[in-house]
């Protein structure tokens, strides 16, 4: 174990979320809030300065990252993000119990959007806690790793990469160039590139709710796929325009960014080959299908029947939890498509959370393998992916992490049905909660819905959803991988 390089990234790591908080201390001032909300970041910051200054002075003597170096980096960096996030909504006393703030800044940073806050607390915010809970999507949405990765000099030897692998998403995942820095650049430019043309977007709808900082939010919120919104009614607040155009964002910061890269740099063939790409869009375009289809008589005519679905489709599969409508009402066939959509997610290498639609495919694809080996034994047949033969043990680490997936929701399911005086909880609620949190989707079903909220758990569950959902974003073994012995061991 790297200790010394570990203490490093994380001392930068603690750094730049001292930096970061500057933006809601400068919204705070913009808006003239009360002293305690300029203290409640002041405070925090200086801390993390001080600290993170401390930590990254000095330098590792060995510069070189083992895989296990790259996942305790990531996994004790986004435990410690949300430890130190969750200090201004404490000071402040807008969320006074440490529990409960640090539930909802995890939601934040993971890009969940699950919440403990009703609509009516909601409305009632100060403006730089709503700037700081969105503005935590965003950070969170591409990878704060990501971004330190993109100005830290690379190792000599590039091992570098396996921080990016552990806390990127997909099944495989990999550098666009030679090197992995000018990678991690080219990503979160891209990504600022969207956030920017959404912002833009938005401010030029004819909706005048619709100004400089709900656009802003609006954008946290969809660009880190996390659906945190600054109304109680959600993105239901502002006109169908708004809507629809939000819905669009949805789906596309749900696409795996690498087609982006390709499209720029003029490989558009090599760009819609992806057969990721064509799965989700088919899968999105069934799942409007039938939900349209089956929701007819919930509402007054087509347009609203559409956009409804459309949005709620678009939202559920980019886990990004924005809602316009209590789809909690909605007849039993639509509330399983959008469950079934909480579990498989968007595209790997996207902001998105869930299994992933390429996960999906090659679970898939294998499974009618097997069977077809199971009917014709001498049968020889290669799994493809975008006409490449998948490796083995893609396969097989596809398979793991499926396994893993589910185990966990049924463990944390068991774990969070234990104790919770405050609410009568029920199978399709705990299984429903466990479900959104791992998958970074939100809202899920029964009374934790799109109407409800999550407030009603004990301290123990919140804790336990609060891992879940750090386990989810970061696709399970960085967690997993923190309390398992070995990691800790010296390198020899």
Request: glycine share 8%.
């Amino acid at each position: 174990m790297n200790y010394g390089l570990i203490r490093n990234i994380l001392g930068k790591i603690i750094l730049l979320v001292g930096i970061l908080m500057s933006l809601p201390l400068f919204v705070s001032l913009y808006y003239k809030e009360p002293i305690r909300n300029t203290i409640s970041f002041l405070i925090p910051m200086a801390s993390l300065l001080l600290i993170g200054f401390l930590m990254s002075f000095f330098k590792a003597k060995n510069t070189s990252i083992m895989a296990r170096d790259g996942f305790v980096i990531v996994g004790l960096s986004w435990l410690l993000m949300s430890l130190f996030g969750c200090i201004p909504f404490i000071i402040s006393k807008e969320i006074p119990n440490f529990f409960d703030a640090f539930f909802e800044i995890t939601s934040g940073f993971t890009t969940t959007g699950s919440t403990i806050l009703s609509g009516e607390k909601i409305d009632s915010l100060s403006k730089s806690m709503l700037f700081w809970r969105s503005f935590s999507h965003w950070i969170g949405g591409m990878g704060i790793l990501v971004f330190i990765l993109a100005f830290i000099p690379e190792s000599k030897d590039g091992t570098s990469v396996h921080i990016l692998r552990a806390e990127s998403t997909g099944p495989k995942v990999g550098k666009l160039v030679s090197k992995m820095q000018v990678t991690s650049r080219i990503l979160y430019l891209i990504y600022m590139g969207l956030t920017g043309i959404m912002f833009i977007t938005l401010l030029i709808l004819p909706d005048k709710k619709m100004g400089i900082f709900d656009s802003l939010i609006t954008t946290f919120g969809t660009a880190g796929t996390g659906g945190f919104s600054n109304h109680g009614a959600s993105i239901g607040f502002y006109d169908p325009c708004v809507q629809y155009t939000v819905g669009i964002f949805m789906i596309l910061f749900g696409v795996n960014f690498s087609i982006y890269y390709l499209i720029l740099i003029g490989q558009f063939k090599e760009a819609f080959k992806s057969e990721e790409l064509w799965w989700y869009l088919g899968l999105i375009t069934l799942a409007i299908v039938i939900v349209s289809l089956n929701v007819m008589e919930v509402y007054n005519n087509a347009e609203e029947v559409f956009r409804h679905s459309f949005f709620q489709v678009a939202s559920i599969i980019s886990t990004t939890g924005f809602s316009t409508t209590d789809y909690g009402v909605w007849p039993a066939l639509s509330c399983a498509v959008l469950m079934c959509l909480t579990f498989i997610g968007s595209c790997a290498g996207s902001t998105a959370g869930g299994l992933k639609v390429s996960r999906l495919a090659i679970i898939t694809k294998t499974t009618i393998n097997d069977i077809e080996k199971m009917i014709s034994p001498r049968k020889v047949k290669i799994v493809r992916m975008n006409n490449k033969p998948l490796d083995n043990t893609v396969i097989h680490s596809v398979k793991t992490f499926a396994t893993c997936y589910v185990v966990i929701i049924v463990f944390c399911t068991l774990l969070i049905s234990i104790y919770n005086p405050n609410m009568e909880l029920d199978p399709l609620t705990a299984f429903s909660s466990s479900l959104t949190c791992i998958s970074n989707v939100g809202p899920g079903f029964g009374k934790v819905g799109p109407a409800y909220n999550f407030s009603g758990y004990s301290e123990f569950s919140k804790m336990v959803l609060s891992i879940e959902m750090i386990a989810g974003r970061l696709e399970i073994f960085p967690i997993l991988l923190l309390f398992a012995p070995s990691t800790w061991k010296k390198r020899v």
